[in-house]
């Protein structure tokens, strides 16, 4: 299999821990694609009509693609039980609420990174920030049992965002107020998969 890849995208982290924490790490080629929408790496539409990374390209040829489906896909390839079975609506949230805080992130960088000074929109910015918030709380609310439970792919996702938010909105400080769940990311953080896949 080949998969385009971004070595800071927190989406391609997603499914490179699903690979090293499922054994299927080396039946992939990675091939480095990155892109924005001001600038799409050449080529890559052929993929992925959207231009976004991951995109996975089976041993087939068929496209798989997003992040959400290719980590599907692999726990089905590996028959690794990620998804639960009586819980698997809840876990599916909680992975839909680590996306969710990657996806608002990841809309904030963008603002900084590619949007002209002049037309920058501060309060857009501030209501992305709101949504991780929200979600932060929810999952220390509500979720925190299946974040202690058994590896599952609502755990792999809200690591991935939180990694994201270390990398990229620092001064945010997610960690005040939230103590359980600082400290959940401290431990999740030293398996292998994630120390395999900091940014960078
Ligand atoms: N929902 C997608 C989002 C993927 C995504 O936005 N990837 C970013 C990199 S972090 C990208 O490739 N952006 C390029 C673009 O938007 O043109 C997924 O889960 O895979």
Known sequence: MKLHHSPTSPYVRKVMVVLHETGQL????????????????????????????????????????????????????????????????????????????????????????????????????EGQWNKVAQALDVIKRDYMDLMNAPLNAGQIAVACALGYLDLRNADRNWRAGRPGLAEWFEAFSAREPMLATVPG
């Open 26 to 125: 080396d039946d992939v080629e990675l091939v480095t694609t990155s892109g924005t929408p001001l600038d799409p790496a050449d080529g890559f539409a052929a993929v992925n009509p959207l231009s976004k990374v991951p995109a996975l390209v089976t041993e087939d040829g068929q496209a798989i693609y997003d992040s959400r489906i290719i980590c599907r896909y692999l726990d089905a390839r590996a028959n690794a039980g990620l998804y639960g079975s009586d819980d698997t609506w809840r876990i599916q949230t909680l992975e839909a609420t680590g996306e969710g805080m990657i996806d608002a992130a990841l809309l904030m960088a963008y603002e900084w990174r590619l949007r002209p000074e002049e037309i920058r929109f501060e309060a857009w910015v």
